[in-house]
């Protein structure tokens, strides 16, 4: 049976982060594996979407920050209905901040002192401003090739110690891959 996985990741970051810590565990239990950016695509875009990936009868996981909900709960609960439904509550991973704090989670010690973000260790909380005002100088303000070296040395173990919306995300993986 031919399985396909599509994974609906908000920003570059995101898609990224997803391309090189998520997709290769996936690619393991699927035989396509789709990273789909949608920030910029409008509502009835994303709809449409993942209306043609339910009906390949494909996986999907939506994710988002929870941006400036109170809880996970309510974030959920927006985004399924400014969608029109068409999203499963159950198929969608709410970042805890930002997906920047899921970089910074999975890092060594080691690593952030080489990078020189040590102000940094509260990993559930980081957002993207934090992460990009402490960049060293040595990257000369790209933050791409920032990003790309914090994800060199990603530790998914640890991740999921430092980052509970990480781990949950891992935890619904790894059970859409044995199923």
């Not at 789909?36 to 996986?59: F, G, P």
């Not at 029109?84 to 709410?94: E, F, K, L, S, T």
């Not at 040595?138 to 991740?159: H, I, P, Q, T």
Request: net charge negative.
């Amino acid at each position: 049976m031919y399985r396909r996985m599509h994974v609906l990741v908000e920003g570059r970051d995101d898609r990224e982060f997803f391309i090189a810590v998520v997709k290769p565990r996936l690619e393991q239990a699927y035989d396509h594996v789709e990273v789909w950016e949608y920030a910029r695509a409008t509502i009835d875009r994303r709809r449409k979407y993942i209306k043609s990936v339910k009906a390949m009868n494909a996986d999907y996981l939506f994710v988002a920050d929870i941006n400036s909900s109170p809880c996970i709960t309510e974030r959920k609960e927006g985004l399924v209905s400014s969608h029109g439904g068409m999203i499963d509550a159950d198929r969608m991973v709410i970042v805890v901040r930002e997906i920047e704090s899921w970089y910074v989670a999975g890092m060594e010690d080691r690593t952030c002192q080489e990078l020189g973000i040590t102000d940094l260790l509260h990993a559930e909380t980081v957002t993207k401003e934090e992460l990009r005002a402490v960049m060293p100088k040595r990257f000369g303000g790209s933050a791409v090739d920032f990003m790309a070296e914090m994800l060199r040395e990603f530790r998914v173990e640890r991740a999921r110690n430092r980052s509970r919306s990480f781990c949950y995300m891992m935890d619904l993986l790894e059970g859409s891959i044995g199923a």
